[in-house]
């Protein structure tokens, strides 16, 4: 609770020099809102995320800078056509009411999406719960800023709609289109975390849940580890113990006819006689 205090104290302490203050009492003046209510956000250990964002969105400062301290303690660049107020009262009234309807199809946008439950998938979050923030005119401030970060795509934008959706020429194709996916290494049957692999989230079809990347010793493959009943296809299968690349196809009685990737070795097996880690999305074969 210690550190949680702490770390409170230093986001409003940095809130407080992004709006030119030097005190809670002038900080509290500034933005109505009364000095209990502050003292709390201290006690608790936590600013409200809508606070800060609207202290970014206003001053223009570095949401990571406020949140962490982390990032050089710059203004962001201003994009033509509509600005915020400079009032901070009227830049948090802003975002509030751009919330529900409005800042989920922008959400929806911003990660190339066309349904609520592919967003829903991809944060674990129900479809209750983003029905939930249409109905209520929400504005869900942590899964904003989480987006903003992710694909690139301009905060100010996207948590008000003013601007354009991104500031800079290259953050489009720089970073929004990149996506790190959890990595692994195949060797001897066994299956070791190798860090992330980065890949242009395009390629990746949006019915993949959880896709990874798998690296073999002449092939590579993307395996969407969300798929488990094995179908006909190309799958990574545990067999007695030992992971590999197999496919399969589907024959009567529940068994698989079995073939091991890139060999001559094939059999038939009853279905409960392997457990399935996943459906294999792409293969990458190194041709060197």
């Known amino acids: 609770m210690g550190d949680s205090k702490e770390r409170a104290q230093a986001v409003l302490s940095r809130m407080r020099e992004a709006y030119g ?40 400062r570095e949401l990571e800078w406020l949140l962490a301290g982390e990032l050089a303690n710059l203004s962001s660049t201003r994009v033509s056509g509509e600005t915020l107020s400079s009032d901070g009262k009227a830049v948090f009234d802003k975002v509030l009411s751009s919330g529900g309807k409005a800042v989920l199809q922008r959400l929806l946008d911003a990660y190339g999406f066309s349904m609520q439950k592919e967003l829903g998938d991809m944060l674990g979050l129900s479809s209750g719960t983003i029905s939930t923030w249409v109905r209520r005119d929400y504005f869900p401030g942590d899964v904003v800023v989480a987006c903003a ?13 003013v601007g354009q959706k991104y500031e800079h020429p290259g953050d489009k194709n720089s970073i929004a289109k990149s996506s790190s996916i959890a990595s692994y290494l195949l060797s001897a049957g066994k299956l070791k975390e190798n860090g992330e692999w980065n890949i242009d989230h395009t390629f990746i079809p949006k019915d993949a849940h959880k896709p990874c ?29 030992y992971h590999d690349i197999y496919d399969t196809a589907r024959i009567p009685n529940n068994k698989l006819a079995v073939n091991l990737y890139d060999s001559d070795s094939n059999f038939i097996c009853n279905s409960s006689d392997v457990d399935c880690i996943g459906q294999v999305i792409y293969t990458i074969q190194n041709n060197i």
């Not at 500034?30 to 969105?57: A, H």
């Not at 970060?149 to 709609?161: M, P, R």
């Not at 690296?215 to 798929?227: A, F, P, T």
């Open 21 to 60: 203050v030097k005190t809670n009492v002038e900080f509290s003046e500034l933005l109505n809102i009364p000095q209990p209510t502050i003292s709390n956000w201290i006690s608790r250990g936590n600013v409200p995320l809508r606070y800060v964002m609207s202290c970014s969105q206003e001053t223009g």
């Open 149 to 161: 970060l992710t694909t690139g795509v301009s905060l100010k934008w996207l948590a008000t709609g």
């Open 213 to 241: 990347y798998i690296q073999g010793q002449k092939s590579s493959w993307i395996v969407d580890i969300s798929r488990k009943d094995v179908g006909n296809g190309r799958w990574l299968l545990i067999i007695d113990g």
